[in-house]
């Protein structure tokens, strides 16, 4: 059997499994967890191995089969270079939360089942090369999210809940008019009907007349459907002046959602745009991608890096750190040459296994202190060494300090965008600056200083947490000192792909 | 004399009447019951006379036997309705039985 | 035609070695080995064992380092390039750059203060920090503080460089704030970090304008060996209506001020001295405060074709140079006046880069780490002594104590004063001269006031601390004591350094070989106008300035003896000018702190307010309020159901049970009359149908 398919639907299985244990067995549903979300771990680790970094056109691990033929809907998955970071970094996190779960006591088995929900419908989305399967997994991701961070979540779990729920379905629906359009302006060249292949829709030979120049409200076809797309993922991604459901979700969901949705959830915005908009619009996404992408991107890492500067809650700072990082892929993508969009997504991987090692290390204050307030602690270095040595490798991570992951992306990034925006990239680069005040003002809050004797003897990181952190840490140093890892996976694909776009500068 | 086709119809004519003419005059539920008995057999007979007189197959008579269940059936039924009216009115005197809810 | 011929008069030659990457990886090895098991190491082995594993890893590098050298020394002056690639790290189009390290004679003569001085400071903090509980993790940043250094030294392209420049920065961050639970020491470690990414941004758009103009120019690099090879084919080119040369120079040089504290961006390094003494003799006058000064050497290339650029430079040096050393003469803490000087010296090196003078410029950026180095570790001796007391008026008389810490400070003393034949006399001498000769007048003039200032406040020091009387409290003054001799060998040898290092460089004008010159001739001497007048120039006016300079160095010194020893000047005179106001600013340290904190920290700060405040309440704003529009749409579609869509049903209804009155009247529920109707109906229509 297909291994993408193992990896999206073993976890459904494992929820179905949960589901059906007896009522009290609670360590039976974390235990069901770890398993269904190991073996696609291990199966992310042979992909990694076996995966063709070579191959520049096309997809791997491809499968076809009919679902609805009536509408020609088929069950397409595959990966390429774009997203095979993306299903790693998933699996990597989907374990990972598991253990970061483990303190949850209320409805448990509920809690386990709709995590491993989640987990499918973020695998699914990733290597679905099926629009309308796409649309399908990208929805049932939405629900579990819905209930983690609406039942587990904290004191405005239900407020957080509705308006993450609402703002991402508003997106759906600009998505879901895109696709109808598309699906009913390609032509399978085989059979001569419409279809929702991913594959043929890149192909703009397939598409009508109307949808590569048509005129619809007094505007080109390809730009509005552009711009539809673009809004739709924006909100996920999140792009200035979408995101503000962002840190309202992050500062209520439990500690392994906000890790999800930080890590993997927002990555679906940028790899959504790369994967939709670029290869089926290049001519739109050439003509937009300043204003869109570009220069929203600048707005995201310095106004993110701004509001973040500002915040007493250490998860929102966190959170704003996040809109401000994601703005450094939206500036890459835009550069079209190889340096942006390769750092772009280097970014998004590296974002993803940063920002994660952020929230657990703020679950775990939160954990013994019950509140997060950056001017409540002081001096906890003193009391946990171990913790303070991770809170450090994971701070200098997110300021962008060299020999550490996010440092290699960021610097891809602004060097591919300065061949394009010489002076948009000027004002990213002294969001540097801000990074770094921001960072070590909450580090020296928090971690240095008199120690706060209410904290005196507060309990030092569990191994559970350490277990949870050091892949992660490893990670992150590993692919600072050597980022060819990673960067030769994608390689391929996305340069094939920057040379599509960049035809139409 | 050979009694031939008309002889039926005749008599089922005479016997239809005379159901038509029990139904409507009489004010007993029973005798309702009764005359739309006698009009059911009075198809009965021009059934089985149409079968006789002018088709080869047993259409009619197969249609005979139904009408003779369906009239079984019917006066089963009607006559339970009969008795439950009979409990709530303490009558079966159709013209004081007038009242469509109680 | 031209830019061919240049680039084929610049083929590079390169020995390829593998024995470079254990300069930094050693004290990495060491740094992770103290840091993950030094704990363990401590509870079970002993400090001593932490401290040999720290101390082994710069002296082997140290070995490395000579070895490197003799390699050098042993090839022809063009080809003096060894280079070790590890593996590629990041190749994404037309960017190549490996983790590769190279040799040529500037990152020589660096990484031998590196290790070598540095090393001396390792074996001096066994001593110096020997009652720190926290021994393994003082180690662990040392260590790892020298490897980002050589990293910086010894990378052979701008990004590998800038890892090891903010590495530099992150040590320097986790030293300063070593005892962090004083607040004020974490705040200057943060202070020191944040300033310095000022800086780097500017290095950051200076690499990523150097690499797209190379591309201009179909050379796109960001390898040394090859921007020095390709540099001379952007003469001309012009970006933002600026050369693109003086553009790149110019943002290069944001990035020294940061690291190497010049105006406008110095005022991290007083505070740096939050740090334990060893770490501010090692990072904070020693190595990383020079890394500006070797930034500049290494690309010495590009500044050398932005004139401009160098005016600039010289002129911010001379400026801090001066501005520095007035702070200088008004502290009273030890290592306060030994930060303002060691910000004056940078400012002195960086007039040697502004007027083109690279070589001599690292010349004293050399014998400032032995001296500065010397000096430092000496007020950590005294402080050592003093129970951790800086204040040098509670000082005094310390010579009777503590004869080796005093004898090594007061030679390290003439050599910064600049006294022949100390080391410091030949390069600073060498600046002075470099900038008069290349007419900056102006900027001669403001160093050589610098440069008696400089005498002055270090023979105060001296005096204030080893002579006269003692100050102390009875307590700290039975303590007093010399260092032990883990402290005082560093301290011998630097001194001797200090005395005899500036032998290495004598000028042609005093019958010297000038070898330290000739020695990084290759690297920093692009054909073009090399060292301004060299050579021929050595006439009466030379030996002129060098007795001038010999001698306000006297005067400075002169000053200082009147004002603090035989007290025939009382400092008061000078202090009380016009009701003191130009000394209580000057002593405030012209209250530029007070002022970046108004204007730029507030600033920023006013702006994170308001971008959190225009987030939650206007971005978020719109978005509850038209969540709210929605709620008030729906309400207003409840009505309109309501009244208009339920209406209508009800309305239905109503005719329909209506008309159901009406006809309900049919149903007698007489049987009889049911069966007349159903049978006057069928007659009816049959003879409606007959008829």
């Known amino acids: 059997m297909n291994i993408l398919t193992l990896m999206t639907f073993i976890p459904v299985v494992g929820a179905i499994v949960i589901l059906c244990l007896p009522r009290d067995k609670d360590n039976w549903a974390r235990w069901g967890a770890v398993v269904t979300t190991a073996i696609p771990l291990m199966m992310a680790v042979s992909l990694f191995i076996n995966f063709d970094r070579t191959q520049d056109e096309g997809f791997q691990y491809e499968v076809i089969a009919n679902w609805i033929p009536s509408f020609n809907i088929q069950y397409h998955v595959g990966v390429d270079g774009i997203s095979i970071t993306m299903v790693l970094l998933t699996a990597l996190l989907s374990f990972l939360c598991i253990f970061a779960s483990w303190g949850i006591t209320k409805a448990v088995k509920a809690y386990f089942a709709l995590f491993l929900l989640l987990d499918a419908g973020m695998m699914g989305v990733f290597v679905s090369l099926d629009f309308f399967l796409f649309f399908v997994f990208w929805e049932v991701m939405l629900l579990p999210m819905y209930f983690l961070i609406g039942i587990w979540g904290g004191p405005r779990k239900e407020y957080a809940a509705i308006k993450f729920f609402l703002y991402t379905l508003l997106g759906s629906a600009l998505m879901l008019i895109s696709i109808l359009a598309l699906y009913f302006n390609t032509t399978d060249p085989l059979t001569m009907t419409n279809t929702f292949d991913m594959v043929m829709m890149m192909d703009q030979a397939n598409h009508s007349e109307w949808l590569r120049g048509g005129q619809i409200f007094g505007q080109s076809v390809p730009l509005v459907i552009w711009t539809a797309l673009f809004i739709g993922f924006a909100i996920k991604i999140p792009a200035f002046p979408f995101h503000t459901w962002l840190p309202d979700a992050h500062v209520e969901a439990p500690t392994a959602v906000s890790v999800i949705l930080a890590g993997v959830l927002l990555k679906m915005g940028t790899y959504g745009i790369l994967r939709i908009n670029f290869p089926m619009f290049p001519e739109a996404t050439a003509q937009l991608a300043f204003y869109f992408l570009a220069a929203v991107g600048v707005v995201n890492i310095v106004y993110g890096a701004l509001c973040a500067m500002a915040q007493t809650d250490l998860k929102k700072l966190v959170a704003y750190s996040s809109v401000s990082h994601m703005g450094y892929v939206m500036l890459g993508m835009a550069s079209f040459t190889e340096q942006g969009i390769n750092g772009a997504v280097l970014q998004m991987f590296n974002h993803g296994t940063v920002t994660a090692m952020l929230f657990l290390l703020v679950g775990v204050i939160y954990d013994r202190a019950h509140h997060r307030n950056i001017d409540g602690f002081g001096g906890l270095a003193g009391v946990m060494p171990v913790y303070t040595g991770f809170v450090a490798i994971a701070f200098f991570a997110a300021l962008g300090l060299p020999g550490l992951s996010a440092f290699i992306s960021e610097a891809l990034v602004l060097l591919g965008s300065w061949q394009q925006n010489p002076m948009l990239t000027m004002i990213a680069a002294l969001a540097v600056i801000l990074s770094a005040g921001y960072m070590l003002w909450a580090l020296q809050r928090i971690w240095l200083g008199p120690l706060n004797e209410k904290y005196a003897d507060i309990e030092e990181i569990n191994r559970r947490e350490i277990f949870t952190l050091v892949p992660l840490a490893a990670l992150v140093i590993y692919l600072g000192i050597y980022p060819t890892a990673v960067l030769d996976l994608m390689g391929a694909s996305l340069n094939s792909l920057n040379g599509v776009v960049s035809k139409f500068l | ?102 | 035609m031209q830019e061919v011929v240049h680039t084929a008069t610049h083929a590079v030659t390169v020995h390829t070695v593998s024995y470079l990457r254990w300069i930094p990886l050693l004290p990495l090895l060491g740094a992770i080995v103290n840091g993950l098991g030094g704990v363990w190491i401590q509870k079970h082995l002993g400090k001593k064992v932490v401290g040999v594993i720290a101390c082994a890893m710069p002296a082997l590098g140290f070995v490395l380092a000579l070895r490197a050298f003799v390699d050098l020394v042993g090839l022809e002056s063009s080809e003096r390039i060894l280079l070790d690639t590890v593996f590629p790290w990041i190749h994404v189009g037309i960017l190549n750059v490996d983790v590769a390290f190279q040799v040529d004679p500037l990152s020589a003569v660096m990484i031998l203060i590196i290790t070598g001085v540095g090393g001396l400071i390792h074996l001096y903090s066994m001593g110096y920090m020997d009652d720190e509980p926290a021994y393994w993790r003082y180690f662990a940043y040392l260590n790892l503080f020298t490897f980002a250094m050589l990293t910086l030294v010894l990378g052979d392209n701008l990004l590998l460089m800038f890892v090891g420049w903010e590495g530099v920065g992150l040590c320097s961050y986790a030293l300063i704030g070593f005892w962090f639970s004083e607040w004020a020491n974490a705040s200057a470690g943060s202070k020191a970090f944040i300033v310095n990414r000022v800086g780097d941004f500017g290095f950051m758009c200076a690499t990523f304008l150097l690499f797209w103009s190379l591309e201009g120019v179909d050379h796109p690099t960001l390898v040394f060996r090859e921007i020095t090879q390709y540099a001379p084919l952007l003469e001309g080119h012009v970006f933002w209506g600026v050369s693109t040369v003086t553009l790149i120079t110019m943002l290069m040089f944001v990035g020294a001020t940061g690291k190497s504290a010049q105006i406008p961006l110095y005022v991290w390094l007083p505070d740096a001295m939050a740090g334990p003494t060893p770490v501010s003799a090692l990072i904070h006058a020693a190595t990383m405060v020079t890394a500006g000064v070797y930034m500049i050497a290494r690309l010495s290339v590009l500044f050398d074709m932005a004139p401009m650029t160098g005016n600039v430079i010289a002129t911010v040096g001379a400026a801090t140079a001066f501005f520095a050393a007035t702070i200088g003469t008004t502290q009273f803490d030890i290592k306060k006046v030994l930060a303002y000087s060691t910000v004056s010296q940078l400012g002195f090196m960086f007039i040697a880069m502004g007027v083109g003078a690279y070589a001599t410029g690292v010349f004293h950026l050399m014998t400032h780490a032995f001296f500065k180095a010397c000096l430092f570790l000496g007020s950590g001796s005294v402080i050592h002594a003093m129970h951790h007391e800086q204040d040098m008026r509670k000082m005094g008389g310390l010579k009777k104590w503590m004869p080796i810490t005093y004898l090594t400070y007061l030679i390290s003393t003439f050599a910064i004063a600049g006294f022949p034949p100390f080391s410091g006399f030949f390069s600073k001498d060498e600046i002075l001269w470099k900038a008069f000769s290349g007419d900056h007048k102006i900027v001669w003039f403001v160093a050589v006031c610098a440069a008696a200032m400089t005498a002055f406040y270090m023979f105060r020091s001296v005096f204030m601390t080893f002579w006269g009387e003692n100050r102390s409290d009875a307590h700290t003054r039975e303590h007093l004591h010399e260092s032990p001799w883990l402290m005082t060998v560093p301290l011998g040898v630097l001194a001797f350094l200090a005395l005899f290092s500036g032998f290495l460089n004598i000028p042609h004008a005093l019958k010297g070989g000038a070898n330290f010159d000739a020695w990084l001739a290759p690297v920093v001497e692009h054909g073009g106008h090399g060292g301004h007048g060299d050579a021929h120039h050595f006439d009466i006016v030379e030996y002129l300035l060098m007795g001038f300079s010999v001698l306000v160095a006297f005067a400075g010194a002169w000053l200082a003896y009147a004002m603090y020893v035989t007290k025939s000047i009382a400092p008061e005179r000078f202090a009380d000018i016009a009701a003191g106001r130009p000394y209580r600013t000057i002593f405030n340290k012209y209250y530029v702190d007070e002022f970046y904190d108004a204007v730029v920290i507030r600033g920023v700060m006013g702006l994170a307010g308001i971008s959190s405040w225009f987030d939650s309440n206007i971005v978020d704003g719109i978005v509850n309020g038209a969540a709210w529009v929605v709620r008030m749409l729906s309400q207003l579609y409840g009505l309109i159901d309501h009244y208009i869509v339920d209406g209508a049903v009800n309305g239905v209804a109503t005719v329909t049970s209506f008309v159901g009155g009406r006809v309900r009247r049919l149903q007698t529920g007489n049987i009889n009359a049911y069966l007349y109707v159903i049978v006057l109906a069928f007659v009816g229509m049959m003879v409606a149908r007959i008829w």
């Open chain 2, 1 to 102: 004399m050979e009694i031939g086709l008309t002889h039926f119809l005749v008599v089922s004519t005479m016997v239809f009447l005379a159901g038509l003419f029990c139904v409507l005059t009489r004010r007993n539920a029973i005798g309702i019951l009764m005359g739309v008995e006698l009009i059911l057999n009075s198809a009965n007979l021009n059934y089985l006379a149409f079968s006789r007189y002018s088709s080869v197959n047993y259409d009619g008579q197969m249609f005979a036997i139904f009408v003779i269940m369906l009239a079984a059936a019917e006066a089963a039924i009607g006559l339970a309705i009969v008795l439950g009216i009979y409990q709530t009115f303490h009558t079966i005197d159709v013209e004081a039985t007038d009242t469509l809810r109680l």
